[in-house]
């Protein structure tokens, strides 16, 4: 891939993202995201893994299935049982990185980075109301074309140093800011924690990810709690 221009230097007189049609469809896909973006740990366990999120899940906007560690076979199992426990709850069940696992459980939706395909070719398998988010790092370019690709929603970050990423690019707070002239929901990730969210959510973060800062809080549902709270 070619390398984009730094998002501190977004082009200023950047066309339209979709045409007026097909951004009031994402806009109705991404109503309603807005709170706590909870992303699986690592487990191998999947009855561990579904009692440790059914006990925080109340207090999520959305959850993200995430297992780097899982074999092809584990991740199927787990990701079709979340599904089951989403479902239940009415929560969306976003999957990592893999259109086709999203789409084999009939999942809400898929979340990109920036080596897991095109945002048509994942729109091919999950279908058209399904979701889709797109991570754009600290790149402001990048967001404005996976909307223009038709994503559902964009996350930015890392904003704070992540154990998760130890190694991520940093984005600043004001990207959120810059990022609203796209016009679809904003997730905010890197170590996100109570005390900061309300600094992303007053730049422009519609919600905010976390993994670590619930699962391995000593009281995760406490912790789930003060995620959402911020967001009241």
Do not use: W
């Amino acid at each position: 891939m070619g390398t984009s221009p730094k998002a501190d230097n977004p082009p200023m007189d950047r066309p339209a993202v979709t045409s007026s049609t097909a951004h009031r469809t994402q806009r109705a896909r991404g109503r309603g995201l807005r709170g706590l973006y909870l992303i699986t740990p690592d487990a191998s366990d999947t009855g561990d893994l579904l009692a440790r999120v059914a006990a925080v899940l109340p207090h999520a906007a959305c959850l993200q299935y995430r297992n780097k560690r899982a074999t092809g076979r584990e991740r199927l199992e787990q990701a079709d049982a979340l599904r089951a426990l989403c479902s239940n709850a009415g929560i969306p069940l976003i999957i990592n990185d893999d259109a086709s696992l999203a789409a084999a459980v009939g999942a809400d939706g898929v979340h990109l980075g920036e080596h897991d395909g095109a945002v048509a070719a994942a729109r091919a398998l999950v279908g058209q109301d399904a979701l889709i988010g797109v991570s754009c790092y600290d790149d402001l370019r990048r967001a404005f074309d996976a909307a223009a690709q038709g994503a559902d929603y964009l996350a930015f970050g890392a904003f704070y140093p992540s154990t998760t990423k130890p190694l991520a690019r940093q984005a600043p707070l004001d990207l959120l800011q810059r990022a609203g002239a796209i016009g679809l929901p904003r997730v905010a990730i890197g170590g996100i924690t109570p005390e900061n969210a309300r600094l992303v959510i007053a730049a422009g973060a519609d919600m905010t990810a976390v993994i670590s800062g619930v699962f391995d809080a000593p009281d995760p549902v406490a912790a789930a709690q003060a995620y959402a709270a911020c967001f009241a």
